[in-house]
């Protein structure tokens, strides 16, 4: 038992409602669930036992995981499960995000993703790793639903997945996010997002309609899932 | 020099860019600076020193305070502050969080709100001290250009504000978010936001006109900073 490592071919889902999740949604992954010794034999427990006698997974109970795993005195049980690949829809929308940095922010990324059913992330290298077990925890659970894979320039991905109108989000631009329903020609479309601190550089300027979510310049920008979110509420008004 | 804690009259900026915001919005605040010896005596460095002599602030090396404060490597300055309080300005916008419980997203919060020019924030107790250096460190030192203050009650800040637009966001609201333009009444409104898991309680259903943020049935909920953002964006458009 080791600390999580990029790595590894397999992460981890800390804490009850993440595995529950898992165990629901991909029970043939799961390598195996361990219990903390605390972990009281409530419903959340008995439903666990009975989804992994279901699939025929293996219970360990030992501490050591949740020390090297978990700073969170809360968490009474992780699953491992082995990580996986997905295929992007070339007949839906996407969500681009180009070189993100922040496990914790990936994962909100997700959820608010999911929520605005874009289920389908592209994210361009160097990316942070989605299965980081922080980034599991702060999609909480969306990462399951979610078709996810990386590419390793923009334009590999581009050339795959044309026609589609792409959306580059930038404070260079001068369409605002309101305006977007009208630039809209093709079928689907790609939102495009760069990196927390560095933004998407000058090219993407020649990219599809580039965008821009106005805000006051008393701050230097809106927090990265912030700005993709507002994007995602705007774009999915019908 | 201690850790941090909500009874202490002072907080830190910890940081760099936070401390200059600092030094630059309220520096007849600041009890004093520290200087870690890794300090490189480039731009920021000489800029720091100037702003302190300026305003008569000492400037004290010692790596200890960094040790016991900051996680991060990367923080090689650091202010402490005298907490201040702030008054709530009657014939603005409000943002009223009731309950919040964590630091990190208070302080996003107050990035978002900053960035959309709601500069009154109303806290409602139980909620989380806004001093904290982490909340401090996520609103990217927005907190030193608002207005914050706690309330014991909602109904005593309440009574206080009338007449006013109240718009609670619930998840069993039925007018959507983008509908909430042609329910403005007053010159001014307050967006309401309950706790991070509990959101608010079946109370606010009777107070003004409820709201809901639609997304899909596949996430609980948004994550509330990105709640927040999506209505501040929604009613600041012209």
Redesign the interface.
Known sequence: MALYKKENNTSYTLGITLTIELLKTKPNLVKQVYFHSNFEKKEAYELIVKLCQQHHINIVTSNKVFNVLSSKDNCYVIAEFFKFESNIDNKANHLVLVNPSDSGNLG?IM??A????ITNIIIINPGVDCFNPKSIRSS?G?IF?LNIKYFDSFDEYKEQFLPRDFFPFMLKANTK??DIHSLKREKNYSLIFGNEATGLNDSFLNVGSPII?K??N???S??L??AV??AL??VS?K
């Open positions: 909100t959820r608010s999911l929520g605005f059913n909480m969306a639903h996010l309101e979510i805000h006051t008393k701050i230097d809106l927090n899932p912030i979110s507002i509420y705007e008004k």
